[in-house]
């Protein structure tokens, strides 16, 4: 039994097999073989084990996304069975005596090339395609794991770190908790965890050993511990919590359709924050009263190529739809710093989280803010559906975007769309911003607090950076100051003003923020009914 110390995300507790989740990079190498025969059959085998993750890939996308996402997946496999292409790497692993990895690359790299130098647009951009399964290829050649998880049963899954893409791309249900060695605790991938519901822990003290890969643990980050091989009494002990957790949750059940109201008499919204679709039955089931913020870019993130105006449509309405008229809040794409999709080709920064993100995307890049506001505009007919904005700084950009919104609702209407009311708000998450609420109340309909930036813009603390975690103060008089006058200059406007940052689960702030006067707060699903236990019992 060997025991190990991390720092909690999400208190709970999993039982189950680990997963060492390693990012390897392969480094071409050439290599001469005796036998070619044999080269090949590995080659043959590489290719029939690549078909299956295709198919599953395609069936997967399939079922969350839709058929326009998974056809690219057919193709892939098409090509996978393409004879010039299979024969050219077997003609060049025999005639040259070279490995696999090899010959795929060069052979790869060559049909790609043709591909992009021809005049028909659809065979340049099968050039893409041919270097993807290429890749595939050799990783499974080089016993490089996928990105997803591959594994029959739930899992937990030990990694390093892991990136807001690498995270939304893996199988949900396949996943019984995350332990990481590195990460912060308000990094977009603890967000992830903690919107999952899955007990999670950072910052823990463990080797990511292959002789771990399947190995039993127990995951209790209510202790912020880690125990691999659990013997008899840790296991005993790991069970009796488990149950008495599951036990604990199930009596939240009670406070279901409960008002969130103080002893005193003061209410307070408590809605939830969402990354996608699939979260939306958790709000549901946790009786949010809206969906506080959902994060859109996740939309964007889980996608190989920018959603369409249509995928994004559907993605929207499902979610303002399923809440059946209850407030969905989206915010527009907030991309940039750690959220990286690659086919935004952001350029390298030497300050991402200072740089080209969030809303300065939108109003560079006209097309994609545009296509996303006519998504969510054609959404709004189907409940009550909000937009707010990220990183807002000054005065002129609401003034714009407020530009932009009436050329776009303009459009729709021509084009014989129905649209809703939507009211538009902002993220308070600069302290240029609360320094400035009460000229951007008047400019808005609310202000929703994003503590995650505005503390570390504050605070002048990276929150991805876990070695300066001791300096990091989520309770510093700054950033509840700054809180309080968002609310006065909010309230002063005749505008409500929420919390959407990390900080709104806080339980131990929520007298605090109801002694401040805020109208709403929004919280992982997981944490809909623990705040309204707290609130009940202020
Ligand atoms: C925040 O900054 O507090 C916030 C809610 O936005 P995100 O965490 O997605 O940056
Ligand atoms: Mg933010």
Do not use: G, I, L, T
């Given at each position: 039994m060997l025991k190990f110390s991390g720092k909690s995300v999400l208190p709970g507790i999993a039982i189950g097999k680990m997963y060492i989740f390693k990012k390897k990079e392969y480094t071409l190498v050439k290599a001469n073989v005796e036998d070619a025969e044999a080269e090949v059959a590995r080659f043959q085998d590489a290719c029939e084990k690549g078909k299956t993750q295709l198919n599953k890939l395609y069936e997967k996308t399939l079922a969350e996304v839709g058929e326009e996402h998974a056809a690219i997946f057919e193709v892939h496999k098409m090509m996978m069975e393409d004879l010039d292409y299979l024969e050219a790497i077997e003609a060049k692993i025999r005639d040259e005596k070279v490995n696999a990895e090899y010959a795929v690359t060069v052979t790869g790299d060559f049909f790609a090339e043709t591909f992009a130098n021809m005049d028909d647009d659809y065979f340049k951009a099968r050039s893409a395609d041919v270097l993807d399964i290429s890749k595939r290829i050799v990783r499974i050649l080089a016993g490089i794991k996928e990105a997803g998880i591959d594994s029959e049963e739930p899992v937990i899954v030990v990694a390093d770190d892991l990136t807001p893409s690498e995270t939304v791309q893996m199988d949900k249900s396949k996943i019984l908790a995350f332990v990481t060695r590195f990460g912060s605790q308000n990094s977009h991938t603890a967000i992830l965890a903690r919107s999952m519901n899955l007990p999670s822990l950072i910052n823990t003290d463990i080797e990511l050993l292959d002789?771990?890969?399947g190995k039993i643990a127990v995951v209790d980050s209510f202790h912020d511990t880690l125990i691999v091989n659990p013997d008899e009494t840790a296991m005993k002990e790991a069970e009796a919590d488990l149950k008495r957790w599951k036990e604990e949750l199930a009596a939240l059940d009670e406070l279901i359709g409960k008002e969130n109201i103080t002893r005193d008499g003061r209410k307070v919204n408590v809605y939830a924050n969402i990354g996608n679709v699939e979260d939306l039955p958790k709000v549901l089931k946790n009786d949010a009263g809206g969906i506080g913020l959902f994060r859109s870019e996740f939309v964007y993130l889980g996608s190989k190529d920018y959603p369409t105006e249509d995928e994004q449509f559907e993605a929207y309405k499902q979610v303002v739809e399923g809440m059946g008229g209850k407030k969905v809040i989206i915010r527009t794409l907030d991309i940039g710093a750690d959220k990286?999709?690659?086919?935004?080709h952001l350029d390298h920064e030497e300050n991402p989280a200072m740089g080209l993100r969030a809303i300065r995307i939108c109003l560079e890049r006209m097309e994609v803010f545009k296509t996303q506001l006519r998504a969510i505009y054609r959404a709004s007919a189907y409940g009550t559906c909000s937009i707010m904005f990220p990183m807002i700084i000054s005065v002129w950009e609401i003034k714009k975007i407020k530009e932009i919104v009436e050329v776009v609702k303009q459009e729709l209407i021509e084009e014989g769309h129905a649209i809703g009311e939507v009211e538009l708000g902002i993220m308070i998450e600069t302290p240029a911003a609360v320094m400035m609420s009460d000229e951007l109340a008047k400019e808005v309909e609310f202000f929703s607090i994003g503590t995650n930036d505005l503390t570390q813009y504050t605070l002048a603390i990276d929150r991805q950076n876990e070695c300066i975690n001791r300096f990091?103060?989520?309770?510093h008089p700054a950033v509840l100051r700054m809180i309080q006058m968002t609310i006065d200059n909010g309230h002063k406007n005749g505008i409500w003003v929420g919390i959407c940052g990390e900080l709104a689960s806080d339980l131990t702030l929520t007298e605090t923020f109801m002694d401040m006067g805020i109208d709403e707060l929004s919280v992982s699903p997981t944490y809909v009914l623990p705040l309204r236990k707290k609130v009940r019992e202020i």
């Open positions: 002789e771990f890969d990286q999709a690659d086919y935004f990091y103060d989520s309770h």
